[in-house]
């Protein structure tokens, strides 16, 4: 059975990057035509999606995001990454790797992972 | 406009039925989705593609879509059922996803 496991620094101080990396183990990476996603929720929010990436390296961006953001993988290690510039206080919030059907017009998250708090001190 | 709009909150007595609905103009031209999101849990797919349930998904989950508005329905509402609730789709030229902001159902 497929899983996915967010790993990564629970604290990022303002300015600094944001490093996480989404684990996926029970298959491969590589084996679907599924893309790999990234999704936050600040605490008492809602769902804000960052970005997705096909495991060829192909990429999608949410636009509000998208200066700040880089999403790459690495098939090798099953592993899929999150890289976010220039953190502040609102980029604080609880962070989703999934995996993201995209294609013959779907766009939809069907497997996520647990989550991983994200801390941004003042 | 990709926004996707949701009433903050919804309430039934246990056996009635919720009706939760998401409007946004890109969804006629999109599916939507629907995750149920229980406190300290990440989100679970219950609808995608308007009105399917995925695997596992009790049959009392249903979706369905009229124009710019979408709509889930869950028939005899558990105590169980509480929760919030995010509709999903994508922008009119599918170039990004977007959520709604989240549909608290109460069970009383």
């Known amino acids: 059975q497929l899983q996915l496991q967010e790993s990564g620094p629970g604290l990022v101080k303002p300015s600094e990057t944001l490093s996480l990396t989404c684990s996926v183990s029970g298959g491969s990476i590589s084996s679907s035509d599924d893309y790999w996603g990234w999704i936050r929720q600040t605490p008492g929010e809602g769902l804000e999606w960052i970005g997705s990436?096909?495991?060829?390296?192909?990429?999608y961006y949410n636009p509000s995001l998208k200066s700040r953001v880089t999403i790459s993988v690495d098939t090798s290690k099953n592993q899929f990454s999150l890289r976010l510039t220039s953190v502040a206080a609102a980029d604080a919030a609880v962070y989703y790797c999934?995996?993201?059907?995209?294609?013959?017009?779907?766009?939809?998250?069907?497997?996520w992972g647990r989550g991983t708090l994200v801390t941004v001190p003042s | 406009s990709s926004e996707l709009t949701q009433p903050p909150s919804v309430s039934v007595s246990p056996g009635q039925t919720a009706r939760i609905t998401c409007s946004g103009d890109a969804l006629p031209q999109q599916y939507a989705y629907w995750y149920r999101q229980r406190p300290g849990q990440a989100p679970l797919l219950v609808i995608y593609n308007d009105s399917k349930r995925p695997s596992g998904i009790p049959e009392r989950f249903s979706g369905s879509s009229s124009g710019t508005t979408v709509t889930l329905t869950i028939t005899g509402v558990r105590a169980e059922d509480e929760a919030d609730y995010y509709c999903q789709s994508a922008d009119s030229s599918s170039t990004y996803a977007v959520f709604g902001g989240g549909t608290k159902l109460t069970v009383l």
């Open positions: 999934a995996r993201h059907v995209l294609g013959g017009g779907y766009w939809y998250f069907d497997l």
């Open positions: 990436v096909f495991y060829s390296g192909g990429t």
